[in-house]
């Protein structure tokens, strides 16, 4: 009887489920759109100057150039069952030695974006 049970108990075999303690993985960092690019008379909508989070000289931006650039705003109205809408841009170059970058987006941004949030994803990647 005894062989019984322990044949049954070793074909049962149970699956323990690893549950992921951790938090979610985040594969964008935080930018801060300050304006467009300009000169003493005249600016260029197409070239948005952005900081990014804990980005402070050129070295360290270097790493973000070619990356995608989301704006997500909220609109009134439903396109595609959603009421959030994003300009899509690009991380080009440095501008001056602090930090900040200029990205080029397919729609310009709005000027109403001046201090928002945007996102800085971590792809494509070079490395």
């Avoid at 993985?25 to 005249?42: E, N, P, Y």
């Avoid at 909508?45 to 402070?56: C, G, T």
């Avoid at 709005?110 to 490395?127: K, M, Q």
Wanted: hydrophobic share 35%.
């Amino acid at each position: 009887m005894k062989a019984e049970q322990q044949q049954k108990g070793a074909t049962k075999t149970v699956k323990k489920v690893k549950v992921n303690q951790k938090a979610p993985v985040r594969l964008w960092v935080k930018a801060i759109f300050t304006g467009f690019r300009r000169s003493k008379v005249q600016q260029n909508e197409n070239q948005a100057l952005l900081k990014i989070q804990h980005v402070d000289d050129v070295s360290s931006s270097r790493f973000y150039w070619g990356k995608r650039v989301a704006y997500i705003y909220k609109a009134h109205s439903l396109k595609n069952n959603t009421k959030f809408r994003t300009i899509w841009g690009r991380i080009s170059r440095s501008h001056g030695s602090n930090g900040i970058v200029i990205a080029r987006f397919n729609r310009n941004l709005p000027p109403r974006a001046i201090g928002s949030t945007l996102r800085v994803f971590l792809y494509p990647n070079r490395v």
